[in-house]
């Protein structure tokens, strides 16, 4: 079967062949949802259901041995399929300075040397987390 993915600014669209198997395991990790959202299921994506959205702000912690543990305002530029990665392009808000993100989709555990967090989800959880400590006690 083919399947025609929409990159999110439309400019662009990705023709892959798909077995039903994979096909079956690739929707568990990565699908569209919408114009610009996707649905990414993968550890070191923190957002609201696994979606994604081009165009939205994000948290980017990264590390590197060279810089050390970074946080950066991201913007979600784009995504793209290559072999068996999802690519995201992410913008540094205060630099400007593109980032791609590879996202290995064949092996969950690649360790990672970033994490992507929607700003918003992040509140919400903390959010939970204080009401929980606050009426519920702390336990350990």
């Not at 989709?105 to 987390?129: A, F, G, M």
Request: proline share 2%; aromatic share 14%.
């Amino acid at each position: 079967m083919w399947l025609a993915v929409f990159i999110l600014n439309h400019k662009m669209k990705q023709y892959f062949y798909l077995t039903d198997e994979k096909n079956a395991g690739l929707k568990k990790i990565y699908h569209p949802v919408g114009n610009d959202s996707f649905f990414i299921n993968y550890p070191f994506l923190h957002a609201e259901n696994q979606i994604l959205t081009a165009g939205n702000t994000y948290l980017l912690i990264k590390s590197s041995t060279s810089t050390g543990v970074e946080l950066l305002e991201v913007a979600l530029v784009d995504f793209f399929l290559k072999d068996d990665a999802l690519y995201l392009i992410v913008e540094d808000l205060k630099t400007l300075k593109q980032f791609k993100l590879m996202v290995v989709l064949n092996n969950l555990e690649v360790k990672c040397q970033w994490i992507l967090l929607d700003p918003n989800y992040l509140k919400k959880r903390i959010t939970e987390l204080y009401i929980k400590h606050y009426c519920c006690g702390y336990k350990k």
